[in-house]
């Protein structure tokens, strides 16, 4: 997008509505739309903030993040445009689908975490 170009910023509604439709367990408050991650430990915290991280950056658009020792929460918002904008939806629907993917349901090769040895728990997935 040209530096030139007005990026839509969505109203309200619009936020709810989209997020009720593409994004169901985030929500908008105070400007942001934001997401809660509840996680096992600080090893998984950390684990999910540098997902994001790396996420943001290769994305070029980047959250607030909050964190304690079992859970995340990012916040996105574009600064540039005051406002919730495409960029915002994207970039959640990214963190959405890579942080709460769970390979075991895919049935493929991939075992994923193992659920019932708390050993090994990490996301405590939605």
């Known amino acids: 997008m040209?530096?030139?170009a007005k990026e839509k910023v969505y109203s309200e509604?619009?936020?709810?509505?989209?997020?009720?439709s593409e994004l169901?367990?985030?929500?908008?408050?105070n400007g942001?739309?934001?997401?809660?991650?509840?996680?096992h430990s600080w090893k998984s915290t950390l684990m999910v903030i540098n997902?994001?991280?790396?996420?943001?950056?290769?994305?070029?658009?980047?959250?607030?993040?909050?964190?304690?020792y079992a859970w995340v929460e990012v916040r996105l918002m574009n600064h540039a445009a005051k406002g919730v904008?495409?960029?915002d939806f994207e970039l959640a629907k990214k963190i959405e689908n890579v942080v709460q993917w769970q390979p075991a349901r895919e049935g493929g090769?991939?075992?994923?975490?193992?659920?019932?040895?708390?050993?090994?728990a990490y996301i405590k997935y939605d």
Do not use: C, M, N
Not at 13 to 20: D, K
């Open 85 to 87: 904008t495409d960029k």
């Open 24 to 29: 169901p367990k985030w929500r908008y408050e």
């Open 51 to 68: 997902t994001v991280g790396h996420l943001a950056e290769a994305a070029w658009h980047h959250p607030d993040i909050t964190a304690s």
């Open 32 to 39: 942001w739309i934001r997401r809660k991650y509840k996680t």
């Open 109 to 120: 090769a991939l075992e994923g975490t193992p659920q019932t040895d708390q050993r090994f």
């Open 13 to 20: 509604a619009e936020i709810a509505e989209r997020l009720a």
């Open 2 to 4: 040209s530096e030139t």
